[in-house]
């Protein structure tokens, strides 16, 4: 049945229902599902206005144009593969000179911007769906904990606490993509990067360009959301000490935000990140790391004494190397990695098994933890090159092993992950968080492939800096606008999981829709004529040319004129 609702102006308004209940003055009682869900709305709405006027107060010069045309990633209706085109998007209402003007000329307050994002995106990770998923499987009775840990002495309480703090910890995936410009000879800074659609022969799959390290959070639900927090334009001679300096930073920030009080975020790192250094850096603060180690890696348990040993004490304790059992079988025979002639002694027993069978993407898994082991630390090179004394960094070391792959392909290698931190945590914990590492890939997935992030063709790495934040921005707002989404989906298309949110590119679709209700805090353009360009006759010269590292001393061969025997064909 319909009932009819006057409205002003003579018209009427009809609204479906079935026996709903009218109020004396003959109005209809409001559904409360309808009307939680548009408070829901409206909540979602002012939280994104607020971000949107934090965010233009970051911009501190050539804000309307840098706002504007995060706007129009954000709108435009194809993925961005050129950053001239955007100016022909409806929300960019300035030239296009003001587009590029505003990467050369525009300024960016960093360190306002990255206490915005680390204060507002990691909270919205986890959505709706992931708060019931870890309902379900957050089954710890803190009442119950709380009282078995009164007769606790304070350090041990709080430890305990950090490692039962699973389903709160804030969980960080530091990882670094390539910003490939391999034919702008006239841009500085540029280095071979690793990325990994190069066609070059070999396996280095490199390419000459800039390289950009982001901190994204990670929720406990895995989906293709990842919230960039923080990016720092790295080189292979400095990274360490910029990856030791970018999570300072985010933990100096997290605590500003209030973030992070009950339990010691973790930080997940890669294949190619040193284990030891970044565990020696961060030492004293209150974070717990995890790295994926290469193969080979060695790890020693601590020396054992006892009384009545003559001699000078044990240095170190029984190794664990990280192979797998036919690599052991081959050092024996004599064909042992790395060129290895003599037989491995096997590696000691685990402290810790863990069999979980019938996991739904990886069959059968099993995890081997050995605790209180150290790496294997050269004095003379690397991060502890010129110390007296070298520091003993005890950790837990992680052997998983898998039965399959999610396509179904069979595991070509095993995983070896080793965490240090200020407390022990489950090794249960320890590889379920690695593999939420990948939520990142689906970051740069969407930065690269819909929003440009490697579109922008700029001269300067400066430029490229700021384009980089604009991306993140835009990254940012997807996140916050998730709430307030419609699936607007293509025919094709299949109908998202109602258990899951919706991708960050059905987000996108529908963006257009969401700013209307928002508006902008960018100043309406002013009318202006173009302006005289360039004198006719003069001439700023050739750019000047940046050799890549080591092309220096590289000969260079000169262009010799094509005769009739030197012809090309």
Not at 68 to 94: M, N
Not at 122 to 151: F, N
Not at 268 to 276: K, L, M, P, Q, R
Request: overall charge positive.
């Amino acid at each position: 049945m319909l009932h009819t609702l006057p409205r002003p102006g003579s018209r009427l308004q009809t609204m479906p229902g079935t026996g709903c209940t009218l109020l004396p003055d003959g109005y209809p009682e409001p559904d409360p599902a309808v009307f939680a869900a548009a408070v829901t709305r409206y909540r979602a709405l002012e939280k994104l206005r607020e971000f949107r006027s934090r965010l233009y107060a970051c911009l501190a010069r050539r804000a309307d144009a840098l706002f504007e045309l995060t706007d129009a990633v954000l709108c435009a209706d194809h993925a961005v593969a050129s950053l001239v085109r955007l100016c022909l998007e409806p929300e960019f209402t300035r030239g296009h000179g003001a587009l590029y003007d505003a990467l050369s000329a525009g300024r960016v307050d960093d360190e306002r911007l990255f206490s915005l994002l680390a204060a507002e995106l990691p909270p919205a990770v986890d959505g709706p769906e992931a708060s019931a998923w870890i309902a379900e499987h957050d089954l710890i009775d803190r009442e119950t904990l709380e009282k078995a840990l009164a007769g606790l002495a304070p350090g041990d309480a709080a430890q305990v606490l950090d490692a039962c703090a699973r389903w709160s910890r804030l969980r960080f995936a530091v990882d670094a993509t390539a910003y490939p410009r391999p034919d702008a000879w006239c841009s500085p800074g540029r280095e071979h990067v690793h990325h990994g659609a190069c066609h070059c022969k070999g396996s280095s799959k490199t390419a000459p360009g800039w390289e950009y390290q982001f901190t994204a959070a990670v929720g406990h639900l895995r989906t293709a959301w990842a919230a960039l927090i923080d990016v720092a334009r790295t080189t292979p001679t400095t990274r360490t000490t910029q990856t030791i300096a970018q999570v300072r930073d985010v933990l100096r920030r997290l605590r500003a935000a209030g973030h992070g009080r009950k339990a010691a975020p973790l930080f997940v790192f890669d294949a190619g990140y040193s284990a030891a250094a970044l565990a020696d850096g961060l030492l004293g603060c209150p974070a717990h790391i995890l790295v994926r180690l290469a193969t080979g890696s060695v790890f020693y348990a601590e020396p054992v004494t006892w009384d009545g040993k003559y001699g000078r004490p044990p240095r170190r304790g029984a190794a664990v190397h990280c192979l797998e059992l036919a690599d052991f079988a081959a050092a024996e025979a004599g064909r042992g990695p790395r060129g290895r002639k003599k037989p491995l002694p096997p590696n000691p027993e685990p402290d810790e098994e863990l069999a979980l069978p019938d996991t739904p993407l990886y069959g059968t898994v099993r995890a081997e933890a050995w605790h209180r082991v150290c790496p294997l630390i050269h004095g003379d090179r690397g991060w502890f090159a010129g110390r007296e004394k070298l520091p003993v960094l005890p950790g837990t070391l992680v052997h998983v092993t898998v039965e399959r792959l999610p396509d179904g392909r069979d595991p070509h290698r095993a995983m070896w992950l080793w965490h240090a931190g200020p407390g022990p945590l489950s090794t249960d914990e320890l590889w379920r968080a690695y593999l939420a590492r990948f939520d990142i890939e689906h970051a740069f997935k969407l930065a690269k492939g819909t929003l440009g992030l490697a579109a922008a063709k700029v001269r300067d790495p400066e430029q490229a800096d700021r384009w980089v934040r604009i991306i993140m921005t835009a990254c940012a707002q997807l996140l916050l606008a998730r709430p307030l989404a419609a699936d607007l989906r293509r025919p094709w298309e299949k109908q998202p999981d109602p258990s899951r949110p919706l991708t960050p590119g059905r987000v996108r679709r529908g963006f257009r829709n969401i700013r209307r209700e928002l508006g902008t805090p960018a100043r309406v353009a002013k009318p202006s004529r173009p302006g005289p360009g360039r004198p006719k006759g003069s001439s700023k010269g050739p750019a000047p040319r940046h050799l890549l590292p080591g092309e220096a001393d590289m000969p260079r061969t000169t262009n010799k004129p094509l005769t009739s025997k030197k012809v090309k064909t």
